[in-house]
């Protein structure tokens, strides 16, 4: 790929579905000057946008590195297949969404490994970002390649692609990171001196340099208290899946289920105290205006000071509108108070994952919960007012018997039964899949037709209206076992499948398992052998990585699963002696049971709140820049938020999901500027000059939004939709065209002047239908000096045009053009209540 081809961002956003995942410019992103650089990091997740902005992960990466001086810190995500076929179309590479740069033009990239099916999208975006994909073919100049996650945990699969991997928890490591490679950058040295620096830094692991029989240890935050990150996360402009503060309460879990990798790996337990915890929410919802704040944990009812903690974060927000979510319940520990905590604020599906259908099964696989308090929690969600629970299962877990599936069937009616005909229950099912780190990482895994028997008994079994089944891909599992168990070969297999046209192999919709099948022949890899069950003396590849859990540990877990004998959660038990902690620095730690909660006193929680006089507002604001690429949606909820974020308290309408009550001038199209945009907002009494909460919402606006005028409207005012009668667009062609492109034009504006009707298809509900465009242009007219047509436009209960569908329908102007064409809303045209004709109430000669 090469980037001396002219590159124009626009002409591939506007070619492409959701183009705001790849603009950049969303608040709190950060761009730092190039004199400010001595290091540029990419942190690339090699998944969707949409996907990436959820993870926490990289959101801590991301301020961390940003908050060192010198290191400027970048995002790139694996780009949609629409967008890679048009990079590779127009020989454009990968770039980041800050300064737009090649990925090749980093000194340092960094993938997030959270899932082994994101692996070929590794792959696509070190090719489309111009990176030789094997470690060996890369050489000076190349960026170095590391990666993190829980996925490196067994680094093998991937070693053939990445120069180094960070093994465990990144903050420290990746500021360590950053540090080394820099001091030899500043000495002068080679791109194989900065490897070998890498080699040196704790929990980081180089397969180039570490050959030998090194054991690399996982880096540990031992004190959360001390890493209050992120503070100001990135707010993505478009939806994404958790659009909501992720407010990490704990790391690790000591409840030791036994298939289970992140329960194992991210131990001991470590709490943050609630103090910390609400200085964290409150900073960032003022960072963020976001209208959700979700508790992290991998089982957050485990929280020392659950109760507390959530009912202090009620009754701080609830007045603002702000709903808590509490993902990661386990059944026993959600008690009436949480229940009526989450009810408060959201009633959609509750999950719960019982995992297997007896109580034997689930003390062999220590899940612990019991089938009584199971039910007692699916009566009291049902009782609580939620229509829905969900049960997740996992199908072939070690030891499983025929009466455990009946178990399963068994435990999903009586639930039901709980709702006292009031509600649904869905159970999800799910092949085990063995993890490496983890007592069962010896275990079989059942064949897709084993999977598939016992889906054909639970289709029978579970047939009740009230009921819905739903499983995972068998062949997703089998793929997800070859590569997490996979030695150093299994990358042959993922180049392979990269090359065939494997992407986003953990999108059902995406997932191509015919290909899997190519790449298993050509590689001579055979899937169903990566199921065996392995000896409990065969070795791992991922034994040179310590996680601190003894292989003592993990064996006696094994045969303690075999006598199906429970152990008991080292929180409140004794010790188990599982090797992570020293007992000194690394331990468990968990808040203090007599911790203040509740002590934070904040203005931004109080200020606002009650009711008060209300207000209408009307705002112009611009649409420029990367904004530009913003949907209709896009654009109301940045607005939105920016509002909230500036301290101004939104009248709310009624209801059960009450919204902020704001309303706009009809939607402006993706890709098209716009100088004046209006919107009406209705809040509470601000008691300030409308300048001043102008500038304190403009600081919280994306790039290229930016509120110009702001006045307050009369009681009984007329809406936006009532006033406007039309809008003046400048259309600017490409710099490139020539004056035969512009005479041709020119002839087809007269015709079009000339004509009474002109008709053009556009699509409505689906359908092609035909729509006479020409009542809706009062003014058309070509300037030849600046490249543009003027256009002004009719707006009425009837509709308008579209400047889109003038160039292309009326004009002739081709799709590879109009891309690169820049439509720009110059003016609204207001209707004449006072009789003095319509009149402009923007342009730009007007103010
Ligand atoms: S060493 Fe003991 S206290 Fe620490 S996590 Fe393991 S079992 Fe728990």
């Not at 200020?607 to 690429?629: C, H, I, Q, S």
């Amino acid at each position: 790929m090469t980037d001396k081809i002219r590159f124009d961002p626009g002409e591939l956003f506007l070619a492409v579905e959701k183009p705001s995942r790849y603009t950049g410019g969303e608040v709190n992103a950060i761009r730092k000057e190039d004199g400010d650089c001595r290091l540029r990091f990419a942190l690339a997740f090699p998944d969707a946008y949409e996907v990436g902005m959820s993870h926490l992960g990289l959101q801590i990466l991301y301020s961390v590195l940003n908050g060192l001086p010198q290191v400027c810190c970048e995002r790139c995500y694996a780009p949609w297949p629409d967008m890679e076929a048009l990079l590779r179309k127009r020989r454009f590479p990968l770039r980041s969404l800050e300064s737009q740069r090649p990925l090749a033009a980093f000194d340092i990239v960094g993938f997030s490994l959270q899932y082994e099916l994101s692996y070929t999208n590794v792959l696509m975006m070190l090719e489309l970002g111009g990176i030789p994909l094997r470690r060996e073919e890369r050489s000076e100049g190349h960026p170095l390649i590391i990666a993190g996650g829980p996925s490196a945990f067994n680094p093998a699969p991937m070693s053939a692609f990445i120069d180094a991997f960070v093994i465990g928890e990144g903050e420290e490591a990746v500021a360590e990171i950053a540090a080394a490679v820099m001091a030899v950058r500043g000495r002068g040295g080679t791109r194989r001196e900065q490897i070998e620096a890498l080699a040196g830094i704790a929990g980081v692991y180089v397969p180039a340099v570490h050959t030998g029989s090194e054991r690399i240890r996982k880096r540990i935050i031992t004190d959360l208290d001390g890493w209050r990150l992120p503070l100001c996360p990135v707010v993505p402009l478009m939806k994404t899946v958790h659009d909501r503060i992720t407010l990490e309460i704990a790391r690790g879990c000591t409840r030791g289920c036994r298939f289970c990798q992140a329960g194992m790996v991210w131990r001991p337990v470590r709490e943050r105290t609630p103090a910390v915890l609400e200085e964290m929410a409150e900073a960032m919802l003022r960072a963020t205006g976001h209208d959700e704040i979700s508790l992290l944990s991998l089982s957050s009812g485990d929280y020392t000071l659950i109760e507390p903690l959530i009912e202090t974060l009620m009754n701080r927000y609830y007045a603002r509108r702000v709903a808590l979510a509490l993902p990661s319940l386990r059944a026993e520990t959600l008690t009436p108070k949480l229940i009526d905590a989450i009810r408060r604020v959201r009633k959609t599906s509750f999950t719960l994952a019982p995992e297997a259908g007896t109580q034997r099964l689930r003390d062999v696989i220590n899940k612990g919960n019991r089938e009584e308090e199971l039910l007692t929690t699916t009566e009291r969600v049902f009782a609580a007012g939620w229509k829905a629970v969900k049960l997740y299962f996992m199908l072939g877990l070690p030891g499983e018997r025929e009466e455990d599936l009946e178990g399963i069937v068994d435990l999903s009616f009586k639930a039901l039964r709980t709702a006292r005909n009031r509600g649904q229950v869905t159970v999800s099912l799910s092949t085990f899949v063995p993890k490496p780190h983890t007592p069962f990482q010896w275990q079989r895994q059942i064949g897709r037709e084993e999977t598939a028997a016992r889906q054909e008994l639970f289709r029978h079994r579970l047939k009740n209206r009230n009921v819905t089944v739903k499983w995972h891909d068998a062949r997703m599992s089998l793929l997800e076992v070859i590569l997490s168990r996979g030695w150093e070969e299994a990358g042959r297999l993922i180049e392979t499948a990269f090359r065939l046209g494997c992407r986003f192999d953990g999108w059902s919709d995406r997932f191509r398992y015919d290909l899997w099948e190519e790449a298993f022949r050509r590689t001579g890899i055979d899937p169903v052998a990566s199921l065996r069950e392995r000896p409990l003396t065969e070795r791992f590849p991922w034994e040179r990585i310590e996680t601190g859990i003894s292989r003592e540990f993990l064996l006696s877990e094994t045969l303690r699963a075999e006598r199906g004998e429970p152990t008991p959660d080292c929180r409140t038990g004794e010790c188990s002696r599982c090797g992570v902690c020293d007992h000194r620095v690394i331990r468990v730690i968990t808040a203090p049971a007599d911790s203040p909660v509740g002590t934070l006193t904040s203005a931004h929680a109080r200020g606002g709140d009650g009711p008060g006089m209300e207000k209408t507002y009307r705002l112009r604001f611009t649409k420029r820049g990367p904004a530009r690429f913003l949907s209709h949606i896009e654009l109301s909820t940045a607005l939105g938020r920016a509002i909230i974020l500036s301290g101004v308290s939104f009248v709310y309408s009624q209801g059960f999901h009450p919204h902020p009550k704001i309303s706009f001038a009809g939607a402006t199209a993706v890709g098209m500027e716009s100088e004046g945009e209006f919107a009406d907002i209705r809040i509470q009494d601000p008691g300030e000059q409308p300048d001043t909460l102008m500038a304190r919402i403009n600081a919280a606006l994306p790039a290229g939004v930016s509120i110009t005028a702001m006045h307050e409207l009369p009681p009984h005012a007329f809406s936006l939709a009532e006033m406007i009668t039309g809008f003046d667009y400048d259309l600017i062609l490409p710099d490139d065209s020539d004056r035969a492109e512009f005479e041709r034009i020119e002839d087809a504006i007269r015709i079009f002047r000339g004509a009474d009707s002109f008709g053009v298809i556009r699509e409505s509900k689906g359908k092609p239908v035909i729509k006479d465009i020409r009542p809706f242009v009062v003014a058309l007219a070509m300037d030849h000096s600046s490249r543009r047509i003027q256009l002004s436009a009719h707006f009425g209960s009837e509709g308008t045009i579209r400047p889109a569908e003038l160039l292309s329908g009326a004009l002739g102007i081709t799709p590879e053009v109009l891309h690169r064409t820049r439509i720009v809303k110059t003016g609204v045209r207001l209707a004449d209540f006072a009789g003095e004709g319509d009149r402009k109430i923007f342009s730009p000669e007007v103010p």
